[in-house]
């Protein structure tokens, strides 16, 4: 969306041509006639808008995109967000969006005023510098309707502190207490102590899920539970679901596993 409005910013109406309803579909065709790798995104947007408008056509609109689908790689089911961007997305996907802003940049006289953002000599060539980056990833795995969270998962994000654990001191103040909770064993036997168990569960519980969001956290925070008491560091965190906002404040001790006897 957001490149979207820098290609929209200005653009002349006769670059807009008489698709006014689809601007960027109608710069796209243009510049797709002298750049060739905007015309190959013309051709692939415009398959997928057939197989599109072949699903809404069939109830049944299962079997025609099996059928198409076959002879090239699986189509993904297009969200109503993909279909309202579609240029810019295929164009990312296919790893020519940064080639074809810098076209239009290098062209920008044939399609914008002077004052527009693309016709700058200076934000224009850092905004298509700035696409090189998201053109060079590979999205083999993009996200549903469902997500609404854009961090890793929870499993992710507790073997990354693991991994971090390993390397870095878990003494230093300066750094943020690896969230992974070491295994106690009893010692008659070799099962996980239920301690560790729940301790590891709720620690995993403060990091990112499909239902709460984790809206903000700070580590060394520091809680006094009682007056004569001295003040405990733990790590804070606000945490969004469906229903509520959650504030959690769970101590170092904890956090590493080392509560011990501990009160």
Not at 94 to 109: M, P
Not at 126 to 148: F, M, N, Q, R, W
Not at 150 to 164: C, K, M, N, Y
Request: with cysteine; hydrophobic share 35%; proline share 6%.
């Amino acid at each position: 969306g957001v490149v979207e409005a820098c290609l929209l910013h200005m653009l002349k109406r006769r670059a807009a041509g008489f698709l006014r309803t689809d601007k960027v579909a109608a710069l796209f065709t243009k510049v797709g006639k002298t750049c060739p790798v905007a015309g190959d995104v013309c051709k692939k947007v415009q398959e997928l808008q057939q197989k599109v408008e072949s699903r809404k056509n069939q109830p049944s609109g299962q079997e025609p995109l099996k059928r198409q689908g076959s002879t090239t790689s699986k189509t993904p089911v297009l969200t109503p967000q993909a279909i309202k961007h579609i240029w810019v997305r295929t164009a990312l996907i296919e790893k020519v969006l940064d080639k074809i802003v810098q076209y239009i940049v290098d062209n920008c006289s044939k399609y914008y005023e002077k004052e527009a953002l693309l016709a700058d000599p200076v934000c224009g060539p850092i905004l298509a510098s700035l696409l090189v980056g998201p053109c060079a990833l590979e999205y083999t795995k993009l996200k549903t309707a469902d997500h609404y969270w854009t961090d890793p998962s929870a499993d992710e994000l507790v073997q990354r502190h693991r991994i971090q654990g390993v390397h870095g001191r878990q003494d230093s103040p300066s750094k943020r207490p690896a969230l992974g909770i070491r295994k106690r064993h009893s010692s008659g036997s070799t099962s996980e102590d239920p301690f560790a168990a729940s301790a590891r569960e709720y620690v995993e519980s403060l990091h990112q899920n499909s239902r709460t969001h984790l809206l903000y956290g700070k580590n060394n925070v520091l809680v006094q539970p009682k007056d004569d008491l001295e003040a405990i560091p733990g790590y804070l965190s606000l945490h969004q679901s469906a229903d509520n906002l959650t504030l959690k404040w769970t101590p170092n001790q904890l956090m590493n596993g080392t509560l011990g006897d501990s009160e």
